[in-house]
Nanobody, 122 residues
Framework: VQLQASGGGLVQAGDSLRLSCAAS????????MGWFRQAPGKEREFVAA???????NYANSVKGRTTISRDNAKNTVYLQMDNLKPEDTAVYYC?????????????????WGQGTLVTVSS
C-alpha cells in the first residue's frame, strides 16, 4: 500500500487549499483514512479522519474550516482547508487505518504518505 499526498504550497492567511491523497495497492473502501500534520518542533497531531462508513471527525483547531472527503472509485481522499491561518503551517500527512472504525491516534494508522508542506503567511 502506498499513499501519495499532494496539494500543499505557500498561501496567505485566509486562502484555501485542497490536499489530495492517492492510494495505490490494497486500500479497501472500508478503511479509515486520516490526515495528520506536524509543525517544526512539534509532535504529529490529528487533523481529520473519515471512516469506511463516511463518519467524519475533526480536530477542534480546524473544525468549521476543513472538510475531509473520499472518492472510493479513485482511491483518493481529500482535505479541503479554508480560511487558513499561520498556525496551520505544517507538513500534512495522509494515513490509512486497516479498520473501518475511527481513530485520532497516530499509532492506530498502518500506512503513511510522504507528507506535503503547507505554509501560511500572515
Amino acid at each position: 500500500v502506498q499513499l501519495q499526498a499532494s496539494g500543499g504550497g505557500l498561501v496567505q492567511a485566509g486562502d484555501s487549499l485542497r490536499l489530495s491523497c492517492a492510494a495505490s495497492g490494497r486500500i479497501l473502501s472500508g478503511y479509515t483514512m486520516g490526515w495528520f500534520r506536524q509543525a517544526p518542533g512539534k509532535e504529529r497531531e490529528f487533523v481529520a479522519a473519515i471512516s469506511g462508513t463516511g463518519y467524519t471527525n475533526y480536530a477542534n483547531s480546524v473544525k468549521g474550516r476543513t472538510t475531509i472527503s473520499r472518492d472510493n472509485a479513485k482511491n483518493t481522499v481529500y482535505l479541503q482547508m479554508d480560511n487558513l491561518k499561520p498556525e496551520d503551517t505544517a507538513v500534512y500527512y495522509c494515513a490509512s487505518r486497516m479498520y473501518s472504525t475511527f481513530s485520532k491516534t497516530v499509532n492506530d494508522y498502518n500506512y503513511w504518505g510522504q507528507g506535503t508542506l503547507v505554509t501560511v503567511s500572515s
